[in-house]
């Protein structure tokens, strides 16, 4: 039996991880949930699965959910230490980090100090601070194990080689609503419009992200990081159907393909199981019923946060970081429209350009970095 820690478990993988953990009860145990807000889902999820401790950051709530929750049922925590207290214990085996954007990054490092095994869906983490968190896993011991589909692809398909061997990854996309979009009309397209996946189901800030093709941007960095790669070895390429996750490519021309319906549950299961399988609960792929996989070359001019992302692998440093925040801060103005659907990249760029690049940054000036970045962003907006 292993125990689990899934923080961020109101969001959508945090959802399908305990979706994951149903069918795989005799094996895994939610020993902790975490969520920001949301305490009547957390309520719920305290009463099927009862962990030792829950943590909700949003402390206005707390009232609300310890009246919820029967009496010395579960541990109740709140504060910037909580999260901090639930993965430190001696019975933690696997922590899911589920939280969204930035704020995953301390999440991540408490983790690892912790010499916890790390179930990554929290690509930000990597984005800010790969280098740092990479180092101090293989200084720990420590497992990191992707949950982004793509790069559980990845992971997976590696396993028909050796790294020595691994000529270049290929990182599938969407392309997201507007693939078929001419360039010209991407300034005019809506919210609503861009809020509405083709494939996915996923929150605001993501499906943005995946809309202006940042998420593919993250991604690129992520796979930098957690693979080892240069920007030579990491490609993209567009997939409308989503059934090829991602492929690498070996020295002798073999390419290794891990497919499947689209569905979160699958690498979040492998992520717990990892190095082996178990039965899951997901429909199986019918490729006959397909008919037909489609692919092409992503337009870099029309999603230009791509560029921006091989730049950010290129020089390293705090242009993740930077990155990260600025896009953070422009996806929200778009979410509150206050600014165009084009303006978030060009914005993005804009703070890349004009930030204090430092080269090798400790821990403390990538938190700088991302302060002063969001400041600018928002000044830039304004």
Request: net charge neutral.
């Amino acid at each position: 039996m292993k125990n689990v820690v899934i923080l961020g478990s109101t969001g959508s993988i945090g959802k399908n991880a305990l979706d994951v953990i149903r069918n795989l009860r005799h094996k895994y145990k939610v020993v902790g949930l975490s969520a920001n807000s949301r305490w009547e889902l957390l309520a719920k999820q305290v009463e099927e699965f009862k962990p030792k401790s829950v943590s909700l950051a949003d402390g206005r709530w707390i009232k609300e959910l310890k009246n919820k929750l029967p009496q010395n049922s579960v541990q109740i925590l709140t504060g910037t230490d909580s999260v901090k207290e639930m993965v430190s214990r001696d019975d933690v085996d696997i922590v899911i980090s589920a939280i969204v954007g930035a704020a995953g990054l301390p999440a991540a490092i408490e983790v690892i100090k912790n010499g916890k095994t790390l179930a990554l869906a929290n690509k930000e983490a990597l984005v800010m601070a790969g280098g740092i968190i990479v180092s101090m896993a293989r200084e720990k011991g420590v497992s990191i194990i992707p949950i982004d589909s793509e790069h559980s692809a990845i992971l997976q398909a590696l396993r028909a080689g050796h790294p020595n061997e691994v000529k270049k990854v290929i990182i599938t996309a969407s392309g997201g609503p507007f693939r078929d979009y001419p360039k010209e009309k991407l300034s005019e397209v809506t919210l609503e419009e861009a809020l509405n996946h083709p494939t996915w189901q996923m929150g605001q800030k993501i499906t943005i992200d995946s809309a202006t093709l940042m998420n593919k941007a993250l991604e690129i960095i992520e796979a930098k990081w957690l693979f080892n790669l240069d920007s030579t070895q990491i490609d993209v390429i567009i997939h409308p159907e989503s059934i090829v996750h991602s492929l690498v490519e070996f020295c002798d021309g073999s390419v290794i393909a891990q497919m499947g319906l689209p569905d979160m549950k699958v690498p979040i299961q492998y992520a717990l199981t990892y190095p082996y399988r178990e039965n899951g609960n997901v429909e199986s792929l019918d490729l006959a019923k397909l008919g037909s996989l489609n692919f092409r070359k992503p337009d870099m001019d029309k999603f230009p946060a791509l560029r921006l992302g091989y730049e950010v692998v290129e020089k390293g440093g705090t242009m993740g970081v930077t990155l990260n925040a600025a896009n953070e801060i422009a996806v929200q103005a778009f979410l509150d429209r206050k600014i165009k659907f084009t303006d978030i990249t060009k914005t993005v760029e804009h703070v890349m350009k004009e930030h204090n690049f430092i080269k090798d940054p400790t821990l403390q000036d990538i938190m700088d970095a991302d302060a002063h970045a969001r400041k600018e962003t928002k000044k830039c907006i304004s």
